[in-house]
């Protein structure tokens, strides 16, 4: 398929499948690109790798492994791989972190978090997608302000790819529900009271009643890592 017809197709599943359930909207996906579509996890839950799972066995989960990671979540990746049906494909930036303290200084993400993002994560993620067509990933509305509009199927303009949200209409109920339900895999430190988990250094815990975006890049203005926006 040519962009243009990956556009339209993004545009009127995004319309059609607006209110079919996460599974359906997988299994669309997975009929539709088969091997040319992949999820992708911050390894905060298995929620979407678990789900995709059974709509295509087998299916690529993309991790970005930035080199900052916290070492709970390099446990659950490794746990998502031996439980799951998946294939866990791990991306590294293109430098170690040692190399790129000695190109711009350590502390990068300190001084200058949305370099340090699109080094660590923007970069390698687009490397890593080259082989797909369309890509899901475990974005919600609720979880904040920026993302209260994701569609659950959408037009990726920047990387020429199909996005899907497949739980984007879901609560943090919904969410705690299919764990519970389907005893699916977690990062231990949401119970440890981390709300979103990312690289260590931009990450803390959250104080009751704060967005679930709010340990992320504390006292910044910066919301997001570049990867959806």
């Known amino acids: 398929m040519t962009a243009t017809d990956l556009q339209e197709l993004a545009e009127r599943a995004g319309r059609e ?4 359930p996460a599974p359906g909207i997988l299994r669309w996906a997975a009929e539709t ?3 040319r579509f992949c999820v992708t996890s911050s390894m905060e839950d298995a929620v979407v790798a678990h789900l995709a799972s059974q709509a295509l066995p087998g299916v690529d989960v993309v991790f970005l492994d930035t080199g900052y990671h916290f070492p709970e979540t390099i446990g659950t990746r490794d746990a998502v791989a031996a439980v799951l049906d998946v294939n866990v494909i791990t ?3 293109r430098a170690t972190v040692a190399e790129q303290d000695a190109a711009h200084g350590p502390r990068l993400h300190d001084r200058d978090p949305d370099l340090c993002c699109a080094l660590r994560k ?3 993620l687009e490397r890593g997608l080259a082989a797909y067509d369309a890509w899901a990933t475990g974005l919600r509305r609720d979880e904040s302000p920026t993302r209260a509009g994701t569609p659950v199927v959408g037009w990726d303009a920047r990387r020429r790819k199909v996005k899907v949200s497949p739980i984007a209409r879901w609560t943090q109920e919904d969410v705690e529900t299919y764990i519970a339900e389907h005893g699916v895999l977690t990062n231990p430190l949401l119970m440890d009271g981390y709300a979103s988990v990312g690289c260590a250094p931009c990450t803390r815990r959250v104080a009751a009643g704060e967005d679930a975006r709010a340990g992320r ?6 919301t997001e890592c570049g990867l959806h926006g």
């Open 17 to 20: 499948l607006e209110d079919a």
């Open 33 to 35: 690109f088969g091997k």
């Open 91 to 93: 991306l590294t930036p």
């Open 122 to 124: 923007v970069e390698p």
């Open 217 to 222: 890049w504390a006292g910044l203005a910066k």
